[in-house]
């Protein structure tokens, strides 16, 4: 069985930078092969978009509210989200998630977040960006 586990969370004060990384272990799934994401959830809201890449990282998405602050970037088996100028406003459970069919972005990138979209994802790292 295959597991996305996520690290690297934190505490991190505004302007400060964290690094996120969702490795892969397991049989199941060829990593390489997925469109993996990231997804947030704030406190008392609902799942958010964050980043996407495509199987061989040459193609990103971000959300307006992380454009030009968040890079994402993977390798074989280990994606990553560096986090830079972070406000308050990222302060969330960030999982990763790779989507059901390999080669292709089927999930709802950009409208609501449906887990049920997923292939699997990982229980989350905390980050804490404080006001």
């Known amino acids: 069985q295959v597991q996305l586990v996520e690290s690297g969370g934190g505490t991190a004060q505004p302007g400060g930078s964290l690094r996120l990384s969702c490795a892969a272990s397991?049989?199941?799934?060829?990593?390489?092969?997925?469109?993996i994401y990231w997804v947030r959830q704030a406190p008392g809201k609902g799942l958010e978009w964050v980043s996407a890449t495509n199987p061989k990282g040459d193609t990103t998405y971000y959300a307006d509210s992380v454009k030009g602050r968040f890079a994402i970037s993977r390798d074989p088996r280990t994606l990553y989200l560096q986090m830079n100028q972070l406000i308050p406003e990222d302060t969330a459970l960030y999982r990763c998630?790779?989507?059901?069919?390999?080669?292709?972005?089927?999930?709802?990138?950009?409208?609501?977040?449906?887990?049920?979209?997923?292939?699997?994802w990982g229980l989350g790292t905390h980050v804490v960006v404080p006001s």
């Open positions: 397991g049989t199941g799934f060829t990593f390489s092969e997925h469109w």
């Open positions: 998630a790779r989507d059901r069919y390999t080669h292709a972005l089927t999930a709802s990138w950009g409208r609501v977040v449906s887990p049920a979209e997923f292939g699997s």
